[in-house]
T-cell receptor
């Protein structure tokens, strides 16, 4: 079956612009996670959804970052007024459930560059 | 605070054995994961340990000691394709993954 997909694969934007990053999880996976990863670092947790609701958004760095998952499947990470420090690879992962030792399956990521 | 430590980089020879260590301090423990990440690609699952001891899976094995807050990933019969970063991640009391920075493994012929 299809894995986790993310679009776009690359996004270059100017400082101050708004961007949307999309994640399409594995069908049937109820939990969806957003991470960002800088070069030479491990993934940094941003937010996770169980179904349609954000179960934990404690990793969002500030109120410029927002994510939705309106129908419990596809999710969009939205970044307002982008800053150069937002440049990173944004990874999405999904798992069968949450609240247990479920394996997370990762998408290929979106490389965001803010100029 | 929560902390995962692993070496930044290691070098090994094709056909040899390498051990990548990971030590952790986290709020709660619900298991430890190892993931492999090739450059420019997504992390992929390698192993999961929640009980003390060694889990073997082909050329890869993972060990856990909960009392010592310590794990290692053992790779045998190294192949060039094993050149990648290896990420250690601990699942905390909220079932969130806390990630180490990864160990870049370089395999030389």
């Amino acid at each position: 079956g299809a894995g986790v997909s993310q679009t776009p694969s690359n996004k270059v934007t100017e400082k101050g612009k708004y961007v949307e990053l999309r994640c399409d999880p594995i069908s049937g996976h109820t939990a969806l996670y957003w991470y960002r990863q800088s070069l030479g670092q491990g993934p940094e947790f941003l937010i996770y959804f169980q179904g349609t609701g954000a179960a934990d958004d404690s990793g969002l760095p500030n109120d410029r970052f927002f994510a939705v998952r309106p129908e419990g499947s596809v999710s969009t990470l939205k970044i307002q007024r982008t800053e150069r420090g937002d440049s990173a690879v944004y990874l999405c992962a999904s798992s069968l459930g949450a609240g247990g030792p479920y394996e997370q399956y990762f998408g290929p990521g979106t490389r965001l560059t803010v100029t | 605070g929560q902390n995962i430590d692993q070496p930044t980089e290691m070098t090994a020879t094709e056909g040899a054995i390498v051990q990548i260590n990971c030590t952790y301090q986290t709020s709660g423990f619900n298991g430890l994961f190892w993931y492999q990440q090739h450059a420019g690609e997504a992390p992929t699952f390698l192993s999961y340990n929640v009980l003390d001891g060694l889990e073997e899976k082909g050329r890869f094995s993972s060990f856990l000691s909960r009392s010592k807050g310590y794990s290692y990933l053992l790779l045998k019969e190294l192949q060039m394709k094993d050149s990648a970063s290896y990420l250690c991640a601990v699942m905390d009391s909220n079932y969130q993954l806390i990630w180490g920075a990864g160990t870049k493994l370089i395999i030389k012929p």
